[in-house]
T-cell receptor, first 112, second 113 residues
Framework: DVKVTQSSRYLVKRTGEKVFLECVQDMDHENMFWYRQDPGLGLRLIYFSYDVKMKEKGDIPEGYSVSREKKERFSLILESASTNQTSMYLC???????????FGEGSRLTVL | RKEVEQDPGPFNVPEGATVAFNCTYSNSASQSFFWYRQDCRKEPKLLMSVYSSGNEDGRFTAQLNRASQYISLLIRDSKLSDSATYLCVVNVWKKSSGDKLTFGTGTRLAVRP
């Protein structure tokens, strides 16, 4: 069974803290994505990556960075968390040119 | 203008009804198109791809109109289990950056007995 695993389902952090969200996929997919989902705004793309060490800004990259040191792992980093980054974060992967995204279960982050 | 736009709904329909959703996209370079379904508190899952010739999967029919830059999803004979949010997804592929999949905000469907 194919799987995308996100390291934490729920996190509570304080303003200014550094936050790491980890995502691992076992399908040997080239593409990996980080989205955030907020009520009324849908899924918005933060960053994506089509290969190891490659990264591209999505539609809302401000306040975030990413790391892809290995094909199976794509990490999202909040250097200094702010309250407006409270959200559900969804990681996904897909094989090139297929459009079928496989999602992790999501990480709900609350920044106080 | 948003890259992918959908009517948020909710669409509230009785069982057995036919319901249609539309989605418009702004980037004419978009190459591939999809409908996803998301149940409450769950991750999105692929429902079907959308082809220019139109495609059908049981009670679901998807259409693409490239000239007008819109995608549609038709659900016939609605079931209670069809209640969910339906997300339109557009892919722009570039050699320099790979696939970029952008979601619409979703259209909520509620099917009542």
């Amino acid at each position: 069974d194919v799987k995308v695993t996100q390291s934490s389902r729920y996190l509570v952090k304080r303003t200014g803290e550094k936050v790491f969200l980890e995502c691992v996929q076992d399908m040997d997919h080239e593409n990996m994505f980080w989205y955030r989902q907020d009520p009324g705004l849908g899924l918005r793309l933060i960053y994506f990556s089509y290969d190891v060490k490659m990264k591209e800004k999505g539609d809302i990259p401000e306040g975030y960075s990413v790391s892809r040191e290995k094909k199976e792992r794509f990490s999202l980093i909040l250097e200094s968390a702010s309250t407006n980054q409270t959200s559900m974060y969804l990681c996904a992967s897909t094989a090139a040119n297929t459009g079928e995204l496989f999602f992790g279960e999501g990480s709900r982050l609350t920044v106080l | 203008r948003k890259e992918v736009e959908q009517d948020p709904g909710p669409f509230n329909v009785p069982e057995g009804a036919t319901v249609a959703f539309n989605c418009t996209y702004s980037n004419s370079a978009s190459q591939s198109f999809f409908w996803y379904r998301q149940d409450c508190r769950k991750e999105p899952k692929l429902l079907m791809s959308v082809y220019s010739s139109g495609n059908e999967d049981g009670r679901f029919t998807a259409q693409l109109n490239r000239a007008s830059q819109y995608i549609s999803l038709l659900i016939r004979d609605s079931k209670l289990s069809d209640s969910a949010t339906y997300l339109c997804v557009v892919n722009v592929w570039k050699k320099s950056s790979g696939d970029k999949l952008t979601f619409g905000t979703g259209t909520r469907l509620a099917v009542r007995p």
